[in-house]
């Protein structure tokens, strides 16, 4: 894949939102448990296969870049005591219709999952099977910050089930290290890569961030070659979201010491350019995957799906969040639990469940969804299966954002055939653009207030 033209940078270059949902965060509203009861209610019957994401804040240790919601703590008997409301949450949520459903993927987010106990994790697991069937090919995927796991711990997992994993990395030098408070050598990341590997994980994944502080071009291209050498299957690339206003501890890092945007650009483009040679697929924004992975796979086959993990191989899921924080989404609603651990264990004893925030979809924005998801994941979208799905034509349904396309589509981002879009490789970069010329949110007064991160 081409750099895109300093022109092209220069004429696109806005903040907009990453598309983990549609209508994105912003745009949601308070909600009570009440109303997340009643959207349950409403989808008693459906039979969709279910998707569970659990969220374990707890950190032994922050580091510096982080923007996750995580909580420092050394206490196990508090993150033992989350673990039993994580139980009862979930005994809740199983008497909301959802027991007996079958478990098509299931992912524990963080923080540091790591930091439950083997019993933990047994309690957990022991319920979720008591609860719901597992699919013969379901995933069960973790996130593992290498420098934290326990002896023996990789192989507890697999031996539960779990079979997808993913290795927080950031950068491999050792001054990008010590400036952002994580350090990590390069023996303990391979070693954790290949006993993944060897316990019969699969997409075993490696996270790497851009734009940290003392990053430059050259530095980051050595972390580049490293990483192929160690052939992970799939790469999460993150732009450095570096937002010291909102997040103090990011205070730490100075903002003489990032590379500048220009820098910055080149960085992305030259692990573009490095990762799609050395076999990997660029899946879409910040994600690659060797082209035997399920994750490209899913993405030719036209069957990858985007939530607010990222990309997924596994749709036509209800997804339900657990835990703090956590998100859940079905056809027609968003649900994102409290963010404050008091009041959520407070509300998960009193009413089981703790919804805080989320949004009802409205016809319009499930076709919007659709049409969203499709760009994102696919790169392409087909009027015919769009009339299949709402009954309605394609071009008429979206005159105004066809006629909004006619510049993108002159610079060369995408085509318009009389069937079908087709993303083109300076389009795939640019898909965030693309995918607000859809997004009717962001044309009111509340779109333009919402923050987003730059699109390049
Ligand atoms: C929950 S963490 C991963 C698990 C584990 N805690 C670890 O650090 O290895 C998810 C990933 O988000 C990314 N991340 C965290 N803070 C970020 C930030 N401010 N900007 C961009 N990416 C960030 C990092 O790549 C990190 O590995
Ligand atoms: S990057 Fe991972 S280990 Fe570091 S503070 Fe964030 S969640 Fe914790």
């Known amino acids: 894949m081409e750099k895109l033209s300093d022109d092209l940078i220069e004429k696109y270059a806005t903040s907009g939102p990453r598309y983990t949902s549609y209508p994105t965060a912003p745009n949601w509203v308070e909600i009570k448990v009440r109303d997340q009861l009643d959207w349950y209610g409403s989808a008693k019957d459906s039979q969709r296969p279910i998707s569970l994401y659990f969220h374990i804040p707890f950190c032994e240790e922050r580091c ?14 508090k993150v033992s005591a989350y673990v039993e409301y994580l139980l009862k949450e979930l005994e809740a949520l199983a008497k909301q219709g959802i027991k007996g459903r079958p478990l098509r993927q299931m ?28 699919e013969e090919n379901a995933e069960i995927a ?58 019969g994980f699969t997409g075993v994944n490696f996270d790497l961030i851009y734009g940290l502080p003392h990053q430059t071009l050259e530095s980051f291209t050595k972390t580049i070659h490293r990483v192929i050498e160690m052939r992970p299957d ?42 799609t040679e050395a076999g990997y697929e660029y899946i879409g924004m910040d994600h690659f995957a060797l082209a035997t992975d399920e994750l490209a796979l899913a993405q030719k086959e036209r069957r990858l799906y985007r939530n607010f993990m990222g990309y ?19 056809e027609n609603f968003f649900v994102q639990n ?41 790169f392409y979208v087909s009027f015919a299966e769009f009339t299949t799905e709402f009954g309605q034509d394609f071009k008429d349904y979206f005159k105004e954002e066809l006629a909004g396309l006619k510049e993108m589509v002159a610079d060369g981002l995408l085509e318009v055939h009389g069937d079908h879009i087709l993303i083109l490789d300076p389009g795939k970069i640019l898909i965030r653009n693309i995918c607000m010329v859809f997004d009717a949110y962001l044309k009111g007064e509340k779109g333009a207030k919402a923050q987003f991160s730059k699109t390049i």
């Not at 309690?123 to 979720?128: D, N, P, R, S, Y």
């Not at 994580?182 to 590997?197: C, F, G, M, N």
């Not at 690339?237 to 990011?250: D, E, G, I, T, V």
């Not at 997924?312 to 079905?330: A, C, M, Q, Y």
């Open 64 to 77: 510096s870049y982080c923007g996750c919601n995580t909580m420092l703590t050394r206490s196990q008997d």
């Open 107 to 134: 992912h524990f987010g963080g923080g540091t999952p790591t930091y439950l106990l083997n019993e933990d994790f047994d309690l957990i697991l022991g319920k979720v099977r008591e609860l719901f069937p597992f």
């Open 142 to 199: 973790i996130e593992v910050d290498p420098s934290f796991t326990r002896p023996g711990q990789l192989k507890h997992l697999a031996k539960l089930g779990f079979n997808r994993i993913s290795l927080g990395l950031q950068d491999f030098d050792p001054k990008v290290q010590e400036a952002v408070n994580r350090i990590q050598s390069e023996e303990i990341t391979y070693d954790h890569l290949v006993q993944a590997k060897a316990l």
């Open 234 to 275: 799939r790469l999460a690339l993150y732009n450095f979201a570096y937002l010291p206003k909102l997040l103090p501890h990011q205070k730490g890092i100075k903002e003489a010491d990032l590379p500048g945007e220009k820098e910055k650009v080149d960085i992305f483009f030259r692990a573009i350019k490095l990762f």
């Open 312 to 330: 997924s191989p596994k749709s036509g899921v209800d997804l339900f969040g657990i835990g703090i924080t956590s998100i859940g989404e079905t």
């Open 338 to 378: 409290e963010k404050d651990i008091n009041t959520y264990m407070r509300k998960v004893n009193m009413l089981g469940l703790s919804g805080a925030r989320g949004i009802k979809l409205s016809e319009e924005d499930r076709i919007r969804k659709w049409t969203i998801i499709r760009l994102i994941c696919h």
